[in-house]
């Protein structure tokens, strides 16, 4: 049985510092480290804001919107 | 009696689409060979090109020893299927190097294993800046783990084992380079390394 999962477009900051150890990610996959999966994740590093499409469990997708520093910047996309 | 499928009076068309094996390489030859002196089962033209470090064959596998090589092919095709059985060593982030023109312009199918757990991600290196473009985490199913790239025009998917399914939709950098190939850590082996159109 698969996990129920949510499918969410969202903004988030960049992080990491390019290399490969350490490459450009969304801020968001470290403050959310349960994501499921990120995909289509856009925009130029380090500047500015990346937008990313990410799948999430039913608790995190309810932690994600009641998070002021995301929920501003989400568009639900339901369930995959 | 045969049993009723449902399907009677119905006329199934089945379309079926060939794939073009490219290259292949299952890296048999002498334990130490330079892949740059190994001849694929199967390629187009050139054979492997090191494009930084130094991969060579132990036990009919691709190894690196040291560093974070990279090598690559030439197929003659930029919208590809590239698939390799990989086995990781450390937490590394290593695997499938696809469009890769050199060392430092590619894209990158990567998997990595800590705490149990598998990291697949999509990496674009763009003048050797790594920028994640999707990525999944999953429990480890541990060996064998088979990582595909699919290369469709600006369309990138990468699977693991033929699931976990991830994908970017912008990827126009290095999108007409036709070479392809694998990026390692000291102590990976991969092998079964192939290259089919589309």
């Known amino acids: 049985m698969s996990t129920l999962y949510q499918r969410l477009r969202l903004s988030s900051p960049w992080a990491g510092n390019g290399t490969k150890a350490t490459p450009y990610h969304p801020k968001f996959l470290d403050d959310y480290p349960a994501t499921l999966a990120a995909h289509n994740i856009t925009g130029t590093p380090p500047v500015g804001s990346c937008q990313l499409d990410a799948d999430l469990d039913q608790a995190t997708y309810n932690a994600v919107m009641a998070d002021p520093n995301y929920n501003t910047s989400t568009q639900p996309l339901g369930v995959p | ?198």
Request: with cysteine; net charge negative.
């Open chain 2, 1 to 198: 009696m045969q049993a009723d499928t449902g399907l009677s009076g119905i006329s199934a068309i089945v379309t079926s689409v060939q794939q073009t094996m490219l290259i292949n390489d299952t890296f048999t030859d002498t334990n130490g060979t330079n892949l740059t002196a190994h001849t694929p089962d199967i390629k187009v033209s050139t054979g492997w090109v090191a494009n930084t470090g130094t991969i060579t064959i132990q036990s009919n596998q691709a190894n690196a020893a040291s560093g974070f090589p990279y090598y690559s092919i030439e197929s003659g095709q930029s919208n590809v299927t590239i698939q390799a059985l990989v086995t990781p060593s450390g937490s590394a982030a290593c695997g499938l190097s696809g469009r890769a023109s050199n060392a430092t312009n590619s894209w990158d199918i990567d998997i990595s294993v800590s705490g149990g757990n598998l990291t697949l991600t999509i990496q674009e290196q763009a003048a050797g800046v790594f920028t994640i473009r999707a990525t999944t985490t999953i429990a480890d199913p541990g060996a064998p783990r088979t990582v595909q790239a699919v290369f469709s025009g600006s369309n990138v998917t990468a699977s693991l084992n033929g699931g976990n399914t991830i994908a970017y939709g912008s990827a126009t950098s290095n999108q007409t380079v036709t070479k392809h190939g694998i990026n390692m850590a000291s102590g990976w082996n991969i092998d079964n390394f192939s290259v089919t159109n589309p």
